[in-house]
């Protein structure tokens, strides 16, 4: 593990440092993917924590860099008392594939990273400190371990999810199905990785705070519409959004904000004096 510091100058008058450390983690993942991974953890250099953890997950074609590279996450992030971790999901969906033993992505996150970052860092060990989000794959994956391990994850949003992913109702073909049968299995509907049942079963008192968007020009929209009116039947209080937009790093950057915003209201921080 490894940490630098952070000089960020905010666009304003006076200048105001960010203190924040970035850590670069590097560590085995025990037996879920059978050999070393990565994550990026941006940890406050003011007070003592303990910290609650805000879990960051990237989409299919990026890793655990992309939200640092494309957005101002950082800025965003101010003088804020969290911690924030970014992990490297691979194109697993975070998912424990059913068929590859070594791209077991969800217990790398699970199990393995979150018992990594508790044990090498301040944090609120426990579900009232631990947050978790996404972005399209990762918005699908932020989403399945909040509903699928409530005890874990106090709240969970989706920017633009892949949310019907893992239920099996797609109809994919092709390539993109020989790679979802990889992960999922031939017949996912109604199993441990479909939303559409994790959100049934899911214990009335047991249930995480929700935050769901996705843009109005976005290919995932119909996705995100079902999986909401889903919840709307299930009674189950949710934040459901679209905004103007497509699948772009702009409109992330743009609405990673209103979910720190949620994150910061669910988790009651305030910043430093």
């Known amino acids: 593990m490894a940490c ?39 940890v406050p250099e003011r007070g003592t924590g303990p910290f609650p953890v805000w ?17 101002s996450l950082e800025r965003y992030l101010g003088d804020l008392p969290l911690i924030v971790v970014m992990p490297d999901g691979g194109r697993g969906f975070y998912t424990d594939s059913r068929a590859d033993k070594n791209a077991a992505h969800e217990t790398q996150i699970v199990k393995d990273l979150i018992g990594f970052v508790d044990g090498r860092f301040r944090t609120v060990a426990s579900r009232r400190g631990r947050v978790v989000s996404g972005l399209s794959m990762g918005g699908y994956g932020a989403l ?19 949310l019907l992913r893992g239920s099996g ?8 199905k020989l790679e979802m049968d990889r992960i999922f299995g031939p017949k996912p509907a ?3 990785d479909d939303l559409l049942a994790l959100a049934k079963r899911c214990a009335r008192a047991a249930r995480p705070a929700l935050w769901i968007d996705c843009g109005a020009e976005d290919f995932l929209l119909n996705d995100n519409r079902t999986f909401h009116t889903h919840l709307e039947k299930l009674g189950y209080p949710h934040v459901y ?10 409109y992330w950057d743009e609405h990673v904000r209103d979910v720190l915003a949620f994150f910061t209201r669910t988790l009651g921080l305030t910043t430093p004096a």
């Open 4 to 42: 630098r510091r952070s000089g960020v100058q905010l666009p304003s008058a006076p200048p105001v440092l960010i203190p924040v450390a970035i850590c670069e983690l590097h560590f085995k993942s025990g037996g879920a993917l059978g050999h070393m991974t990565s994550a990026l953890a941006l």
């Open 55 to 71: 879990y960051l997950l990237h989409g299919l074609s990026d890793d655990h860099t992309a939200w640092l590279r494309w957005t």
């Open 144 to 162: 399945k371990f909040a509903l699928k391990y409530p005890s874990l994850f106090r709240a969970a949003a989706s920017h633009s999810g892949a």
């Open 169 to 176: 109702t797609l109809g994919e073909t092709g390539e993109w």
């Open 190 to 192: 109604g199993g441990p």
């Open 241 to 250: 959004t679209e905004y103007p937009g497509a699948h772009t790093w702009e």
